[in-house]
Nanobody
Framework: QLQASGGGLVQPGDSLRLSCAPSGRTFSPYLMGWFRRAPGKEREFVACINWSGSTTYYAESVKGRFTISRDNTKNTVSLQMNSLKSEDTAVYFC?????????????????????WGQGTQVTVSS
């Protein structure tokens, strides 16, 4: 129900912008988040944003480098990734939740989300 795009192969220090939009019917989840799964690792939280965009949370590993934003008029959520590192290599997933609960612990828990995208590959390599 969510379509993620924008992944690719970049060099360390480069930037990349991921986008996520609903596929099929139009809906706009209250909470939107990005997660990633690196090779051989568990899926991990990256960032999340509430409906108005007034509050965002980030994983410590990406804080200061990644920015999550949303445009409710276009029904999209984006993840701007700057200063990319090799350890950012992963499949990135966007996710949405209809619940109006919003806290750091809630949005970093993948079980809070009802809708998931298929993932987009980000590879950071020289």
């Amino acid at each position: 129900q969510l379509q993620a795009s924008g992944g690719g192969l970049v060099q360390p220090g480069d930037s990349l912008r991921l986008s996520c939009a609903p596929s099929g019917r139009t809906f706009s989840p209250y909470l939107m988040g990005w997660f990633r799964r690196a090779p051989g690792k568990e899926r991990e939280f990256v960032a999340c944003i509430n409906w108005s965009g007034s509050t965002t949370y980030y994983a410590e590993s990406v804080k200061g480098r990644f920015t999550i934003s949303r445009d409710n008029t276009k029904n999209t959520v984006s993840l701007q990734m700057n200063s990319l590192k090799s350890e950012d290599t992963a499949v990135y997933f966007c996710a949405g939740a209809s619940s109006t609960v919003f806290s750091f612990n809630y949005c970093r828990d993948s079980g809070s989300y009802h809708y998931w995208g298929q993932g987009t590959q980000v590879t950071v390599s020289s």
